[in-house]
Protein backbone atom coordinates (compact mmCIF):
# COMPACT_ATOMS: atom_id res chain seq x y z
CA UNK A 1 0.00 0.00 0.00
CA UNK A 2 1.61 3.49 -1.09
CA UNK A 3 1.61 6.04 1.52
CA UNK A 4 1.53 9.69 0.89
CA UNK A 5 2.46 11.67 4.00
CA UNK A 6 2.45 16.12 4.12
CA UNK A 7 4.62 18.03 6.28
CA UNK A 8 5.39 22.10 6.21
CA UNK A 9 1.90 23.53 7.13
CA UNK A 10 1.29 26.07 9.90
CA UNK A 11 0.90 29.10 10.71
CA UNK A 12 2.23 32.15 8.35
CA UNK A 13 1.53 35.96 8.04
CA UNK A 14 0.41 37.37 5.03
CA UNK A 15 2.85 37.96 2.79
CA UNK A 16 4.97 34.93 4.39
CA UNK A 17 6.23 31.91 2.86
CA UNK A 18 6.04 28.30 3.31
CA UNK A 19 7.80 25.09 1.96
CA UNK A 20 5.18 22.21 1.61
CA UNK A 21 6.38 18.53 1.20
CA UNK A 22 5.54 15.04 0.34
CA UNK A 23 6.59 11.74 0.98
CA UNK A 24 5.83 8.97 -1.06
CA UNK A 25 6.16 5.62 0.52
CA UNK A 26 7.42 3.83 -3.36
CA UNK A 27 9.60 5.14 -5.54
CA UNK A 28 8.16 7.98 -7.67
CA UNK A 29 9.33 6.62 -10.88
CA UNK A 30 6.07 4.79 -10.37
CA UNK A 31 4.13 7.46 -10.68
CA UNK A 32 2.83 9.70 -13.56
CA UNK A 33 1.47 13.28 -11.97
CA UNK A 34 1.66 14.75 -9.00
CA UNK A 35 0.27 17.69 -7.03
CA UNK A 36 -1.19 19.93 -4.82
CA UNK A 37 -4.78 20.09 -4.28
CA UNK A 38 -6.31 22.44 -1.06
CA UNK A 39 -9.74 22.54 0.30
CA UNK A 40 -11.10 25.49 2.21
CA UNK A 41 -14.26 25.20 5.16
CA UNK A 42 -17.06 25.22 2.83
CA UNK A 43 -15.66 24.96 -0.49
CA UNK A 44 -14.56 22.07 -3.21
CA UNK A 45 -11.24 20.88 -3.25
CA UNK A 46 -9.44 22.71 -5.87
CA UNK A 47 -6.16 21.55 -8.18
CA UNK A 48 -2.85 24.06 -6.81
CA UNK A 49 -0.49 22.51 -8.87
CA UNK A 50 0.75 19.28 -10.58
CA UNK A 51 4.23 17.90 -11.68
CA UNK A 52 4.53 14.87 -14.73
CA UNK A 53 7.06 12.60 -15.06
CA UNK A 54 8.62 14.54 -17.15
CA UNK A 55 8.31 17.69 -14.58
CA UNK A 56 6.00 19.91 -16.66
CA UNK A 57 4.05 21.77 -14.15
CA UNK A 58 0.64 23.52 -14.52
CA UNK A 59 -0.61 25.73 -11.59
CA UNK A 60 -4.07 27.32 -10.99
CA UNK A 61 -4.51 30.78 -11.76
CA UNK A 62 -4.33 32.49 -8.20
CA UNK A 63 -1.31 30.62 -7.47
CA UNK A 64 0.38 31.57 -10.02
CA UNK A 65 3.80 33.53 -10.13
CA UNK A 66 4.08 32.54 -6.64
CA UNK A 67 3.74 29.16 -5.84
CA UNK A 68 6.47 26.02 -7.60
CA UNK A 69 5.89 22.97 -6.99
CA UNK A 70 9.02 20.60 -7.77
CA UNK A 71 10.02 17.10 -7.56
CA UNK A 72 13.11 14.93 -6.35
CA UNK A 73 13.19 11.64 -7.48
CA UNK A 74 16.13 10.51 -5.48
CA UNK A 75 14.02 11.17 -2.08
CA UNK A 76 10.85 10.48 -3.38
CA UNK A 77 9.47 13.71 -2.25
CA UNK A 78 7.61 16.27 -3.87
CA UNK A 79 7.31 19.68 -2.99
CA UNK A 80 5.42 22.93 -3.17
CA UNK A 81 7.51 26.49 -2.29
CA UNK A 82 4.81 28.71 -1.27
CA UNK A 83 5.91 32.69 -1.49
CA UNK A 84 3.76 35.90 -1.26
CA UNK A 85 1.20 34.19 1.15
CA UNK A 86 -2.17 35.54 1.44
CA UNK A 87 -5.42 34.83 3.40
CA UNK A 88 -7.23 33.50 0.70
CA UNK A 89 -4.29 30.36 0.42
CA UNK A 90 -6.00 29.47 4.01
CA UNK A 91 -6.71 25.55 2.99
CA UNK A 92 -5.73 22.33 4.39
CA UNK A 93 -3.20 20.96 1.47
CA UNK A 94 -3.32 17.45 0.61
CA UNK A 95 -1.24 15.34 -1.69
CA UNK A 96 -2.00 13.42 -4.73
CA UNK A 97 0.12 11.00 -6.69
CA UNK A 98 -1.12 9.00 -9.44
CA UNK A 99 0.39 5.70 -10.70
CA UNK A 100 1.14 5.77 -14.65
CA UNK A 101 -0.74 2.45 -15.23
CA UNK A 102 -3.99 1.84 -13.68
CA UNK A 103 -4.14 5.87 -12.91
CA UNK A 104 -4.83 4.72 -9.27
CA UNK A 105 -4.98 8.05 -7.24
CA UNK A 106 -3.51 8.36 -3.74
CA UNK A 107 -3.69 11.03 -1.21
CA UNK A 108 -2.20 12.26 2.07
CA UNK A 109 -3.79 13.21 5.32
CA UNK A 110 -3.53 17.02 4.79
CA UNK A 111 -1.86 19.75 6.29
CA UNK A 112 -3.12 22.75 6.90
CA UNK A 113 -2.31 26.35 5.80
CA UNK A 114 -3.29 29.21 8.10
CA UNK A 115 -2.03 32.58 6.39
CA UNK A 116 -3.21 35.25 9.01
CA UNK A 117 -1.61 38.55 10.58
Known amino acids: QVQVVESGGGLVQPGGSLTLSCAVS????????MGWFRQAPGKPRELVARITDRSLTNYTDSVKGRFTISRDNAKNTVYLQMNSLKPEDTAVYYC???????????WGQGTQVTVSS
Open 96 to 106: NVQTKITLTDY
Open 26 to 33: ANIFSFGA
